[in-house]
């Protein structure tokens, strides 16, 4: 089963949701979510918001998902770039958390000359681990090098039973054995199988979602800086925050058509 981090238990949701006079967002995202799960799949238009004046650049949401993916050394599907703005000495940094835009038109599509990469009718762009032939043509396609390619390296690479020890080498050992739940299947990573040699991106957790689950990544967020949910449901936190005037999506010029909105 994925794991259950930041999830709310049975007991807490039954609580009224109110704090005051708000309601925390991860409580109406979960109440979003589950109404959009009842809907048909394509009725659902899943997008993700993140606020970066909320954002502090902690990576937590980084280190969820790859805990989450189980990803190896060299994958990270939700990095957090950092950019300086303003002119010495009036500076600041902006943190701007970039996972893959699930773009309604996405190049990373039509590249693939085996199929393997699709959109679904929730608007999820996916990866057929069984039909990847690694070629990485939709590594160069994707304009937000969203995609990253998984060589089969592990943490313990290059390690030695005797120094690492110290280091909890066998507990380390035991999380790479660890099979992740990516598209609903338990993918072991052993040489020479899925989703080694294949390419691999964020695909906003859809076994999570299939759980009732929010992305990882939005449960870990500290700042409450990321939001999810079906942009189809007038009722949905992020229809609200997509109609706001300060929202932004990333290369909106080349036509892919993020279904990732930053607030600004
Ligand atoms: S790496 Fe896999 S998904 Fe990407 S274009 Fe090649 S076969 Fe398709
Ligand atoms: S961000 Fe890149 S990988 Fe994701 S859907 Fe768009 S083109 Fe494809």
């Avoid at 773009?103 to 000359?113: A, E, T, Y």
């Avoid at 199988?193 to 991106?201: D, F, L, T, V, Y």
């Avoid at 949905?236 to 080349?254: F, G, H, Q, T, W």
Wanted: glycine share 6%; net charge neutral.
């Amino acid at each position: 089963m994925p794991i259950q981090s930041a999830e709310l238990t049975l007991e807490q949701e039954a609580q009224p949701a109110a704090i005051g006079e708000r309601q925390d967002p991860l409580v109406r995202m979960q109440e979003d979510l589950r109404r959009a799960m009842k809907k048909p799949i394509d009725q659902r238009r899943w997008v993700m918001v993140i606020d970066l004046r909320k954002c502090v650049g902690c990576s937590a949401c980084t280190i969820g998902c790859v805990v989450e993916n189980k990803l190896p050394p060299g994958v990270v599907y939700r990095p957090v770039l950092e950019e300086e703005i303003g002119t010495y000495p009036n500076v600041t940094r902006r943190f701007i958390p970039r996972p893959c835009m699930q773009c309604d038109d996405p190049p990373c599509v039509p590249v693939c000359p085996v199929n393997a990469t699709y959109k679904r009718p929730d608007g999820i762009v996916a990866i057929n681990y069984d039909d990847c032939i690694g070629c990485r043509y939709c590594l160069v396609a994707c304009p937000y090098s969203a995609r990253l390619f998984d060589a089969g390296r592990q943490y313990l690479d290059g390690t030695t039973p005797a120094i690492p020890a110290l280091l909890g080498r066998d507990k380390a050992m035991v999380y790479e054995k660890l099979p992740a739940y990516e598209y609903g299947h338990a993918w072991e990573r052993h040489e020479g199988e899925s989703p080694i040699g294949n390419a691999r991106k964020c695909q906003f957790c859809s076994h999570r979602l299939e759980a009732g689950m929010l992305p990882m990544c939005a449960t870990t967020c500290i700042g409450r800086a990321t939001y999810f949910g079906d942009s189809n449901d007038p009722e949905a936190l992020v229809s609200d925050l997509i109609a706001s005037p300060n929202v932004m999506r990333l290369k909106e010029e080349m036509g892919t058509q993020p279904k990732v909105y930053y607030l600004a």
